[in-house]
Each structure stands twice: as C-alpha cells, then as structure tokens.
C-alpha cells in the first residue's frame, strides 16, 4: 500500500535560515509527488509538484524540492525562511493513474524571530 | 468561481442529526473529491467523482457517510445520525481533465456535539 512519511511533527526555526522538510515514501513505482501548505484555518495551497522529468522543482514563495528516487525521497527546502512560512506543510503522493492523494501527517513549522 | 468554495464555513449540530456539506468546484473541473481532517486520523481521503464514471468510494469511513455530484459540477456530502467522531474539518478538491493537480477549497468545519 501507498504510505507517506513525515519524520517531523513540527519543526522551529530561525527566521532567515534555511529550512528542509523530510518527506520519504512507499510506493511500487514512481507516483506524483506534491508539496501543500495550510495556514490556520486555510485550506491547502499547493506549492509544487513532481511528475517526470528534472528532479529538482521549482515552486512558489521560493520552495524548491528534490526527488530522490533512490532514497524514496521528495525533500522540501527553502534557502532562507521568513515569518510567513509558519504554517503546516503536508507531502501527498497520487498514483500517476489519477485518483486520490495519500498525505503524511503534516509537518508544522515555526519561524523564530 | 475562481476558486473551488464550500459551504457552511462552519457547522454546529447535535450528535444524531444530519448534515449536508456542499462544494463548487472550480468551473469546467471534470475531477472532484472530498477528504476529511482531523486530529486523529490526518488528512484521509473520502470520496472520488471523474466525469460520469462510478464515483471511488473506498475512502467513506461508513454507510452514515454518502456523496452525490449533479450535473457533472457541485458535490453535496451528506453524514447521517452524526456522531462526535465526525468532527473534523472536510476538505472537498478539483482537478481539470488530464491534470493531476487538486485543488483545495477552504473547508468546512464540523462540529458535533
């Protein structure tokens, strides 16, 4: 069965450092793979994807994430966080046929002053 | 819309009564699902609907939970006899033909009591 997994509950963070959020999953062949973000009370905003192709993507708000395929990996990092990005960050994974998404259980980020 | 809405925003009701949740998806989206969040359980998936197939229902977490979409376009999502477990927040998401992006509305959140 397809599994997401999210090492980190909730992360802190200085504002202005970097930021990489863990992301591995389980799954027979190479799914899509998606990065969201949920701010309080918010619905999710998608903030990238991964389909085929460059293994490295580009995303919104500067997120970047890259799939490794070898570690069953989909990392999001940012190079320097800025308050804003406080929120909840969910990795989802769709099988390439369509159909629904199976998240992992979110990781919650605080940016420090 | 430019957006997928739903409506309430938030539901009260009590334990036993029914409850109606309804979602627009956004204009042309042939793709719509529903997903529920709790604190328990995450971001699960409920129900599917792709153009006029059968809908996947193998997420529903009973027969108290039903789904219908009229006209190829709004959802309406239905809990029976409601029960404190059903609190939690519904997430309803569309995608156009051939993309495999969903895109979230904002929820509703339902509160049983």
């Known amino acids: 069965a397809q599994s997401v997994t999210q090492p980190d509950i909730h992360i802190t963070v200085s504002e202005g450092a970097s930021l990489e959020l863990r992301c591995n999953y389980s799954?027979?062949?190479?799914?899509?793979l998606f990065w969201y973000v949920q701010s309080p009370g918010q619905g999710l905003q998608l903030l990238l994807k991964y389909f085929s192709g460059d293994t490295l993507v580009q995303g919104i708000k500067g997120f970047e994430a890259e799939f490794k395929r070898s570690q069953s990996s989909f990392n999001l990092r940012k190079p320097s966080v800025h308050w804003s990005d406080a929120a909840e960050y969910f990795c989802a994974v769709e099988r390439n046929q369509g159909g629904k998404l199976i998240f992992g259980q979110g990781t919650e980020l605080s940016v420090k002053p | 819309g430019a957006g997928v809405s739903q409506s309430p925003s938030n539901k009260v009701t009590e334990k036993g009564k029914d409850v109606e949740l309804r979602c627009d998806p956004i204009?042309?989206?042939?793709?719509l699902y529903w997903y529920r969040q709790s604190l328990g359980q995450g971001l699960e998936f409920l129900i599917y609907f792709q153009g006029n197939s059968a809908p996947d229902k193998s997420g529903l977490p009973s027969d108290r939970f039903s789904a219908e979409r009229t006209g190829g376009s709004v959802s309406t999502l239905t809990i029976q006899r409601t029960q404190q477990e059903d609190s939690a927040v519904y997430l309803c998401a569309s995608s156009g033909s051939g993309e495999e992006t969903q895109y979230f509305g904002p929820g509703t959140r339902l509160l049983v009591l």
């Open positions: 799954y027979g062949a190479t799914p899509y």
């Open positions: 204009s042309g989206h042939t793709a």
